[in-house]
């Protein structure tokens, strides 16, 4: 396979999206990247959901070291993003430089891959207008306030951006990722 995935997440980015999306490409053969403001070792957290709460709770997670920063990032040296959800999307999404970045694989054609709150920075790209998205359900309203569609399906694809829920949205989430690989490399054989 080969194909280079970027991944962006920073301090606070969800560590089992995070370890899980980089594990999961590494298993068939392509190469993660993971690129954050900062090139250095990233504070991770777990997200998960108890009885009780009205939302969910936070706990330190794992740590994982940047490859590169954002800046870094040449578009052409990459198949696809995937932007990870977590607490870093809240000030990920003020990073010029990477709305930037999602807008150009966007206008490139290349797949845009978002998940949980990672849609925040989709969002503030400006590429939810006329798209049906899926994200945590309290992303709904910044969804549908940047033009887009709320969809209550774990996974959902519109054109080349693939967005999925939370976490838990993991085997649907992948299942239309590699979906998407697979469409290429048929196109391409």
Known sequence: MNRKILIVTGDGGESYETLYAVHRFQEEGDIAVIA??????????????????????????????????????????????LLLGGRAPEYLRNHAALLELVREFDRQGKWVFAICHGIQILVTAGLANNRTLTAYEHVRTEIEMGGGIYSTQQAVRDGNIVTGQTWQSHPEFYREVFACFNELSISVS
């Open 36 to 81: 954050a403001p900062s090139r250095r070792r990233l504070n991770l957290v777990m997200h998960d959901f108890e009885p009780g709460w009205d939302t969910y709770v936070e706990r330190p997670g794992y740590c994982l070291d940047a490859d590169l920063t954002i800046d870094e990032v040449a578009v052409d040296q990459y198949d696809a993003i």
